[in-house]
């Protein structure tokens, strides 16, 4: 019988509570951006050259939700306009930058993004190289947040083992 009477009281209590609650979906922010590594080609001679810059960043999310990322390079620190910013070009083995995941949630989570430094940047509809000895760093920015991106260090292509001219010598 006091089990009837248990029952009857939480059915009571679920059938008369008629507000809805509202909670805002906050978004994903990123944590943390750095350090950056040079990836390369092992080429024939046993010898590696570069290709790619590793960049290793932390992206939060309090429920978990996947994140749209853009990543840019800037000649030195971003201006206001944004115009020394342009998007980095994405290399094979990289996170990603749609879907990228946030789980488990409410915890820092690292993840990589790789720029393929062949590639160039893209300026506009086009790509173009980038200097090898011009101060550079990345801003990751959760998509339709650029302004509160956060910025690596600055460095240099050169840092890397990066030598002359790039050239556009890009597959993708």
């Not at 092992?42 to 960043?57: A, E, I, K, R």
């Not at 996947?66 to 290399?91: H, I, K, Y």
């Not at 094979?92 to 990589?112: C, E, F, I, K």
Request: charged share 25%.
């Amino acid at each position: 019988m006091k089990y009837y009477v248990l029952i009857f009281c939480l059915f009571g209590l679920l059938v008369g509570c008629d507000t809805i609650v509202e909670v805002e979906n906050l978004p994903s922010r990123v944590t943390s951006v750095g350090p950056i590594n040079a990836r390369g080609n092992v080429q024939d001679g046993g010898t590696s050259s570069p290709t790619q810059l590793q960049l290793l960043y932390t992206i939060r999310d309090y429920e978990g939700d996947d994140a749209r990322l853009s990543f840019e390079l800037c000649e030195g620190e971003p201006n206001d306009e944004g115009s020394n910013c342009f998007t980095a070009v994405q290399g094979n083995l990289s996170d990603g930058t749609a879907r990228v995941p946030t789980a488990p949630y409410d915890t820092d989570v690292p993840h990589q993004f790789r720029w393929e430094v062949g590639c160039g940047v893209v300026d506009g509809d086009a790509r173009r190289p980038v200097e090898v000895d011009v101060e550079h760093l990345f801003r990751v920015s959760v998509a339709g947040q650029e302004d509160s991106g956060v910025t690596s260090n600055t460095f240099t292509l050169e840092d890397f083992g990066f030598t002359d001219q790039v050239e556009l010598d890009c597959t993708q």
